[in-house]
């Protein structure tokens, strides 16, 4: 086959062109339908292929981060049980039920010991909490010197249970602004103190009834000085 061959070819008979141009021209045909073939088709499957794969892979590590856990699963649930254990063991220092009116009544007498004059002690309702405690808000507002307020918290902190009190929307400002060295202070706003929810209040999953307010507790009126 020469290159003379393809010049001088006649389109309209084809059939007597030289075998080698047959065969050239039959060879580019047969490459042209096969990239137009691979453009067409085999390139999006190729593509898709590729996210098949990417799919795959992102599949075989999400299966084996769950395998991992449901072999871990059953030491899971036992550390689970412990920390529950040991959660209401902790809950369980704290006042019960039961003790809840002669809590509040200590926190009182212990404010009374202190010197310092309850105006309002008025416990509200209770409000449990995620199932396992209860939170009671109690509106105070006391007069008192700084020394007065210090030894009220030490002797909330010592009694025999476990007694935790959180501020909330607490002011604590001297009486006369004249004298805030050594002077009387007011406190007044709202504590929270907490008790365990026992186990036949989570099965009834009902709410304790709502307590009577309790009545504040009296003091003589205080000087300055706690005298």
Avoid at 150 to 173: E, N, Q
Wanted: aromatic share 8%; hydrophobic share 35%.
């Amino acid at each position: 086959m020469k290159l003379s061959d393809f010049r001088n070819l006649d389109r309209n008979n084809i059939g007597g062109w030289p075998q080698g141009v047959k065969l050239t021209f039959c060879t580019i045909l047969f490459g042209l339908v096969v990239l137009a073939g691979w453009y067409f088709l085999i390139n999006d499957q190729q593509d898709q292929l590729g996210q098949k794969q990417n799919e795959e892979t992102r599949l075989r590590k999400e299966f084996s981060e769950k395998q991992a856990k449901v072999v871990n699963l059953d030491a899971l649930k036992d550390q689970l049980d412990q920390m529950r254990d040991m959660l209401r063991q902790l809950l369980r220092q704290l006042p019960s039920k039961t003790e809840m009116p002669e809590l509040l009544v200590d926190i009182s007498q212990t404010a009374l010991s202190s010197g310092i004059a309850t105006e309002l002690f008025k416990p509200g309702a209770e409000v449990i909490k995620e199932g396992f405690y209860a939170e009671k808000p109690i509106q105070l507002k006391m007069l008192g010197t700084y020394h007065q307020f210090g030894h009220f918290i030490s002797g909330v902190a010592a009694l025999p249970r476990v007694v935790i009190l959180t501020m909330h929307d607490v002011s604590l400002k001297p009486t006369d602004a004249k004298s805030v060295s050594g002077g009387l202070l007011q406190l007044e706003g709202t504590v929270k103190t907490y008790r365990y929810v026992e186990d036949d209040e989570e099965s009834s999953g009902k709410a304790p009834a709502k307590p009577r307010a309790a009545k504040p507790a009296q003091a003589p009126a205080t000087r300055e000085g706690g005298q």
